[in-house]
């Protein structure tokens, strides 16, 4: 009997923090839909969701200096032969994978035909969306952001174009006539440019490596860095399932009549779900089987931490930080190899995104009435392929890519703001698929990149990143080893 309860002790509290989450989500479900009757005010809502907004604020905190300091030990780590092999392996399985999602999109769509009897009178949600930015500017704009100008003014602002409206008056047969002209203007706007950080950072990192001694202190800076932010994240993470729950519930309590979209787009929502529920329970743990030959199972219950991290926030740059903590601790992935995808995958790795981006234009395009011939339907695949890569990692910013994609192909987008009446759910679970996808991403590269991260050289390298413990377990195994060699 006592073994049993030791046992059962154990189990908790090894899983004690991912029990915990659950039961948040639980709560958040239970509160949200129990609190729809009671129609909270708006002061109440704000104090509701404080907790779950200031659980982002603190992982927020530490995305920033964890993609600086994990990218250059990472990269600093490897000559410059491995790092190239890396990058290109990196970019090909983020390129396949949201290709990938655009195929399920196009299939869903062709099974379920969402957009065939919807009947939008049901629905009395009003959205407004504003379209404010051309195709060909932001795919311009994401590369320029690749490069940025200035590396302290890209951690808070990020280039974008933008249109202003100037007025001249002309003589016309002796009229005076006001044209309205629209300029464009290289801008830019608040907020993380997270891919010039990463380029930036991949260039410290290379040189760095090509330095070797004389780059030491600059290294074991950073290093340290990554180390004290992740203690500080085994700390922080304790508060996700209160702020997962708050999150839920906040979201929950400020969507207005939730039967009435659900009806009005219940084939729409049951597409996404089945693709999203495909790609994570059959495609991804079959591509796990097929890469290392081991239990797909063990690998989607240690996926189920992160997940659940970006469930709430419904961002998966929060999730950064659990997404590295299981690659090393559960996966056992070289760290050279998460420390260099996983901040790289976090901005570009969209296949659920893409699922959704893709879905969402076939779907409006079927509600306007369009014939959607097989030329069309692969158009509006390549076009969400590459808008899938250049969503940014925060809520909602899909939306923006379905609009691009629906005026590529001239298509008009009244009726956009059905997808914001469920934007609170499609979100969260595309969300986690992408999650899912990148911390698979860092397994299929390791295995890929084996023998080149094994040579003498590289192991010589990089043992010295080795030799301090970075995670909680890791300082209680070396206490313990200690203590035995002591007795």
């Not at 051309?134 to 952001?145: P, S, Y």
């Not at 950080?197 to 340290?224: H, K, Q, Y």
Request: aromatic residues 8%; glycine residues 6%.
């Amino acid at each position: 009997m006592n073994d049993h309860r030791s046992k059962c002790f154990g189990f908790l509290s090894r899983n004690a923090l991912i029990i915990s989450v659950l039961i948040g989500v639980v709560v958040g479900f239970a509160f949200g839909f129990g609190l729809r009757s009671v129609e909270p005010s708006s002061d109440a809502l704000t104090w509701i969701g404080l907790p779950g907004e200031i659980f982002m604020r603190l992982l927020k905190m530490l995305i920033l200096p964890l993609i600086v300091a994990s990218i250059i030990t990472g990269t600093a780590s490897m000559n410059a032969r491995t790092n190239g092999r890396l990058g290109a392996v990196s970019f090909c399985y983020i390129l396949v994978t949201v290709a990938i999602g655009a195929v399920i999109a196009i299939i869903l769509f062709l099974v379920f035909q969402p957009g065939k009897d919807v009947d939008l009178s049901a629905s009395t949600n009003s959205f407004t969306v504003k379209r404010n930015i051309e195709t060909t500017d932001m795919f311009a704009d994401m590369i320029r952001n690749f490069f940025p100008d200035n590396v302290v003014t890209a951690c808070f602002q990020k280039t974008q174009t933008k249109y202003l409206q100037v007025s001249r008056t002309v003589a016309l047969n002796g009229t005076n006539i006001t044209i309205t002209e629209v300029q464009k203007v290289l801008s830019s706007t608040s907020g993380l440019n997270i891919l010039g950080l990463i380029v930036a950072c991949l260039m410290f990192g290379v040189t760095a490596s090509n330095l070797e001694d004389r780059a030491e202190p600059f290294i074991t800076f950073f290093d340290t860095i990554a180390v004290i932010l992740i203690r500080l994240l085994n700390w922080i993470i304790w508060l996700t399932p209160v702020g997962v729950a708050s999150l839920i519930t906040t979201a929950l309590l400020k969507v207005s009549d939730i039967e009435s979209v659900f009806t009005s787009m219940g084939m729409f929502v049951l597409a996404h779900s089945v693709g999203i529920a495909f790609h994570q329970l059959v495609l991804i743990p079959l591509a796990y089987f097929i890469t290392t030959r081991k239990n797909p199972l063990h690998f989607m219950g240690y996926c189920l931490r992160p997940c659940l991290s970006v469930f709430g926030p419904a961002s998966v740059a929060v999730g950064l930080p659990d997404m590295l903590k299981t690659l090393d601790e559960n996966l056992h992935v070289d760290r050279r190899i998460s420390n260099f995808f996983v901040p790289v995958a976090v901005s570009i790795e969209k296949c659920g995104s893409c699922i959704f981006i893709c879905l969402s234009a076939l779907f409006l395009a079927q509600l306007e009435g369009m014939n959607m011939n097989a030329s069309r339907v692969v158009i509006i695949g390549l076009l969400s392929t590459a808008g899938a890569l250049a969503v940014p990692p925060v809520p909602s910013s899909s939306i923006v890519s379905v609009l691009v994609v629906l005026s590529s192909i001239v298509i008009q987008v009244h009726n956009v703001g059905l997808l914001m009446a469920l934007e609170w759910y499609n979100d969260r679970i595309r969300t986690t698929s992408n999650a899912t996808t990148t911390v698979l991403g860092a397994v299929m590269v390791e295995r890929l990149c084996k023998t080149s991260l094994n040579s003498e050289q590289e192991l010589n390298s990089y043992k010295k990143t080795q030799e301090r413990p970075t995670y909680d377990s890791e300082i209680r195994v070396l206490m313990n080893k200690d203590k035995a060699l002591g007795d």
